[in-house]
């Protein structure tokens, strides 16, 4: 009988890579990129200056790195859009604010960084990439529930109102994090957002 192989972990290597990820992003909560020394970087990743050569060229290559880590948790979560739910409306659209609420919180400081006019063009790509898909998504729901007869007929477009929708929703939850909100907390921010989602598509309130 073979002995079952061990699973390797993460060498050291990887542990320092991921240390100096956390440090950027922790960074990136205070103050831009272009603000961050590499010095800092090193010390959080405990590391020497020149060591963090070995694992990012530059700060704008760890930047796309930050991204790339992001992209799979954002993603999973955007895919989830796809596909269409014959589910109570209200509660579909509150479910995908909460998403997008909580990416921003985890995420937020990294997609800031990548929509600086400083930043990567690959980053800035990114940005863009993950707006056209929640579009994508959100049309392809509006067309859907129109379909189902439970939404009305536009116009508007469902590509022109989820575009609206989505522009609308990035900005709002974009403002909350980063400058004084005009609602109270994270609750009230995708209550509100539920509601004109709602209205918008369905032509209804939420059920009470």
Not at 14 to 41: C, F, M, N, S, Y
Not at 115 to 141: C, H, K, M, Y
Request: aromatic share 6%; net charge negative.
């Amino acid at each position: 009988m073979s002995t079952p192989l061990r699973r390797r972990g993460p060498s050291k290597g990887d542990l320092k890579q991921e240390a100096i990820l956390e440090t950027a992003e922790r960074l990136l909560a205070v103050k831009p990129l272009a603000e961050i020394g590499i010095g800092e970087l090193a010390a959080g990743a405990g590391i020497s200056r020149s060591s963090f050569y070995f694992y990012f060229e530059s700060k704008q290559a760890l930047l796309s790195a930050l991204l790339d880590k992001a992209a799979d948790a954002l993603l999973a979560d955007v895919d989830t859009w796809l596909e269409p739910s014959t589910g109570e409306p209200g509660h579909e659209i509150c479910q995908s604010v909460e998403v997008a609420v909580r990416m921003w919180r985890e995420h937020g400081a990294v997609l800031l960084a990548a929509q600086n006019p400083d930043s990567p063009p690959e980053a800035r790509e990114f940005t863009a990439g993950l707006t056209a898909r929640l579009i994508e998504a959100s049309a392809a729901v509006i067309r859907h529930k129109r379909e189902e007869g439970q939404a009305p007929d536009g116009p508007p477009s469902a590509e022109a109102l989820a575009t609206m929708l989505i522009g609308m929703t990035e900005h709002c939850i974009a403002r909350h994090f980063t400058s004084p909100s005009l609602v109270r907390d994270d609750r009230e921010l995708i209550d509100t957002l539920t509601a004109v989602w709602t209205r918008s598509i369905f032509a209804a309130d939420l059920p009470r």
